[in-house]
């Protein structure tokens, strides 16, 4: 997997390009001249890596030869992974009835694939700015409850000492949950650059974040990729573990997509 780029104005928006046909895509540079950040993962049997690849975009596009049952299924099994992006589906068409069924099982926007650039970009940062406007007032991994709002954790219902560092480290894991994020983005977000400081500070409040937990009866969520960053997520057969079809189990290899950016 290729890093995202990085961005270079304020205003740049974050897009994973989910698709099923190889090599250059249109679409992403007509997207790009649009001011969009374009990252492509190519598809495979298997969809169930597109929420890890989804850790650092702002949104997610998946284009589709048809919306049918399938593509729901999808749309459905995407939303039990965690992931928690805006999600448009492109298709060449769509029925009343399918637009209603995938919106229904969690996309966001459906357009046919002849829609221009402009229009899509601008669908995109209009869905953007809905969800960053509406956060979620609760985030549930295994039985672990953050509350964004209140700055409050628990566990099974008790209430979690953290200290504001650990606290943000939990939430921009359990907002992502399944999602790998870089030690090198987390770094980022909690000090605006990561300004020559060590990864040892994050694992640092890694460690000290498990520790509370496990203290106060959690299940263990918060897993570490090695080489690369962190993930918070139910163990299987936990609350809040995905109930995913057999389709969309992650049996696969992590080279089920094969990512790449087109900076």
Avoid at 39 to 50: C, R
Avoid at 75 to 86: A, D, E, I, K, M
Avoid at 156 to 174: G, I
């Amino acid at each position: 997997m290729t890093r995202c780029p990085t961005l270079t104005r304020e205003t740049d928006m974050r897009v994973l390009l989910c698709s099923a046909r190889p090599g250059p895509s249109e679409l992403a540079e007509a997207l790009e001249r649009e001011g969009l950040v374009v990252t492509i993962a190519a598809m495979a049997e298997s969809l169930a890596a597109i929420p890890l690849h989804a850790a650092q975009q702002d949104a997610v596009v998946i284009e589709l030869a048809e919306l049918r049952r399938e593509e729901v299924l999808l749309v459905r099994g995407l939303r039990s992974l965690g992931l928690q992006l805006p999600l448009l589906l492109l298709c060449r068409a769509a029925t009343a009835d399918a637009e209603r069924e995938a919106s229904d099982a969690g996309a966001d926007d459906v357009l046919v694939r002849h829609a221009s650039a402009s229009v899509i970009s601008a669908r995109l940062r209009a869905t953007h700015r809905r969800c960053a406007g509406h956060p979620v007032t609760r985030v549930t991994c295994a039985n672990v409850t953050l509350e964004p709002g209140r700055r409050q954790v628990f566990v099974d219902d008790r209430p979690v000492r953290l200290t504001a560092r650990e606290f943000d480290v939990l939430e921009m894991l359990m907002l992502r949950r399944g999602a790998i994020q870089t030690k090198e983005y987390l770094l980022g977000r909690l000090y605006g650059d990561t300004g020559g400081r060590e990864n040892r500070i994050l694992d640092v409040f890694i460690c000290k974040l498990r520790r509370k937990l496990a203290a106060a009866g959690a299940v263990e969520i918060i897993r570490t990729v090695w080489g690369y960053g962190y993930l918070a997520e139910a163990p299987a057969g936990t609350r809040g573990s995905p109930d995913l079809p057999d389709w969309a189990r992650p049996e696969d290899s992590p080279g089920a997509f094969r990512v790449r950016s087109t900076a």
